[in-house]
């Protein structure tokens, strides 16, 4: 059986802010990281290790000082920022803490933004998104607005929303951290879904040791610097 591909590469990725001022501040000091395509892997460690700078870069939300960032091949360090906003839309899909859906529309919208954005048409848009919200539990809400739904409802909409234009890649920021154990166990099952089922790439943020010991690997983070990475099911 052939190697998988790699999907990510950092090499020497090195993040300063206020760069050539009294205050410069460096937060990644040269990350190297490969995560393989089909891989589940955890990011841990404490506030202010570098685990959301790193997040950042991985979504190309943000750009290295230094250092190569290879997503599927393709340089996206040195891309035009057109070209980003492309890879962003149709590779990466996203998901936070803070659930980040457009509070005066419906679910059901909101999951059909990134198709939008896509140039999907409205039919096509519509069906794959209540596809989408039947897949994680959500077919009875899809005309409920945010404000009218739990955490986890809220969060299961964002999933539903990150799988949108079928990313090959998802990034969970603290996912489950707004999350009571038995919602946040739930969300943590339509990841292992994802995963097995459809062979998504999954990077997962978390402070949760129990968390991460699920995922196929764990890195872990501390100030600024990759400084151990084990397998999930090790103790």
Known sequence: ????????????????????????????????????????????????????????????????????????????????????????????????????????TSALKNVELPMLYAGINRKERTDRAKKLLEMVGMEERVCHHPDELSGGQKQRVAIARAMANDPAIILADEPTGALDSKTGRRIMDIFQKLNKEQGKTIVLITHSQELARETGRIVTLKDGEIIGERRGDEC
């Open 1 to 104: 059986m052939a190697d998988k591909k790699t999907m990510i590469r950092l090499q020497g990725i090195v993040k300063r802010y206020y760069i050539g001022k009294p205050n410069e501040l460096e937060i990644l000091h040269g990350i190297d990281l490969d995560v393989k395509e089909g891989e589940f892997i955890s990011v841990v460690g404490s506030s202010g290790s570098g685990k959301t700078t790193m997040m950042n870069i991985i979504g190309i939300l943000d750009r290295p000082t230094e250092g190569e960032y290879l997503l599927d091949g393709m340089d996206v360090a040195h891309a035009k920022d057109r070209e980003l906003s492309l890879i962003r839309n149709q590779k990466i899909g996203f998901v936070f803490q803070t659930y980040n859906l457009i509070s005066r």
